[in-house]
C-alpha cells in the first residue's frame, strides 16, 4: 500500500506564508511526477504546480512568482511554499503524486491522492 500525508494547512491573513508538506510512505520502487492541486468551495479541482524526478517545474498563471514547488527525493516528500498569499487562495489542496509501487515480483505504476489541507487566507 501507498499513503500521501499532507501537513501545513492552516489561516493566515493576506499577504502571508504558509508552507506545504506532502510525505509518501510504502511500498515505494519509484516516484515521477508529485503535483498539488486545489479546489475551492463549488469548484473543481485545479492543478496549482507539478515537479518532475529530476527537477523541472510548472505552475499555474496565478500562483507565478508567489508559490515555489520542491521535493526531498530521499525523503519521498514534495513542499509547496505559499508566499504573498490572496483570498482568492482559499481551498483545500490536494498532493498528487505518480508512484511505482512493489507488488510480489512485479512493481505497478498508479497515481496517488493526498487526503486534502486546508487553506484559509483571511482579507
Known amino acids: 500500500q501507498v499513503q500521501l500525508v499532507e501537513s501545513g494547512g492552516g489561516l493566515v491573513q493576506a499577504g502571508g506564508s504558509l508552507r506545504l508538506s506532502c510525505a509518501a510512505s510504502g511500498s515505494i520502487f519509484s516516484i515521477n511526477l508529485m503535483g498539488w492541486y486545489r479546489q475551492a468551495p463549488g469548484k473543481q479541482r485545479d492543478l496549482v504546480a507539478t515537479?518532475?524526478?529530476?527537477?523541472?517545474?510548472d505552475y499555474e498563471h496565478s500562483v507565478k512568482g508567489r508559490f515555489t514547488i520542491s521535493r526531498d527525493n530521499a525523503k519521498n516528500t514534495v513542499y509547496l511554499q505559499m508566499n504573498s498569499l490572496k483570498p482568492e487562495d482559499t481551498a483545500v489542496y490536494y498532493c498528487?503524486?505518480?508512484?511505482?509501487?512493489?507488488?510480489?515480483?512485479?512493481?505497478?505504476?498508479?497515481?496517488?491522492w493526498g487526503q486534502g489541507t486546508q487553506v484559509t487566507v483571511s482579507s
Open positions: 498528487k503524486a505518480t508512484i511505482t509501487r512493489r507488488q510480489g515480483m512485479s512493481v505497478i505504476k498508479d497515481y496517488y
Open positions: 515537479i518532475t524526478g529530476g527537477g523541472s517545474t
